[in-house]
């Protein structure tokens, strides 16, 4: 889906360790894909985290992003003491959508979505 999709580019320009990547990114994807996730699997999601089934996104989002740091991993790329200047997010922006597995993605992406979702991560 979208987070491989994005992983690739990603590591690729930023010499970063894929599963490093899949953390960070982790959270800003499920933020975009959840309008496009069926209610039923939304509620087991959010059981999964101990919620209540009727969880509004940013909580669920919240939730996974302190799971991924509970866990020791960053949830942004300035975590990493990255120099981020004069990264060609367009040109990553532009792979990812180009990538295969984006269409394994509940939701489309376009360039412009994953240009916001890198700068999320940021």
Do not use: K, Y
Not at 50 to 79: H, I, M, W, Y
């Amino acid at each position: 889906g979208l987070i491989q999709a994005l992983s690739v580019p990603l590591t690729s320009h930023l010499h970063l360790h894929h599963g490093l990547a899949n953390a960070i990114i982790l959270p800003h994807v499920v933020r975009f894909n959840l309008p496009a996730i069926p209610d039923q699997r939304r509620r087991r999601l959010n059981d999964s985290f101990g919620l209540a089934a009727t969880a509004n996104d940013e909580t669920f989002v919240s939730t996974l992003t302190q799971f991924v740091r509970n866990l020791g991993l960053p949830t942004s790329l300035r975590e990493l003491d990255l120099s981020l200047n004069g990264v060609a997010w367009d040109a990553i922006a532009e792979e990812t959508t180009r990538m295969v597995l984006i269409h394994n993605n509940p939701r489309s992406a376009t360039q412009d979505e994953c240009r916001t979702i890198l700068e999320q991560m940021q």
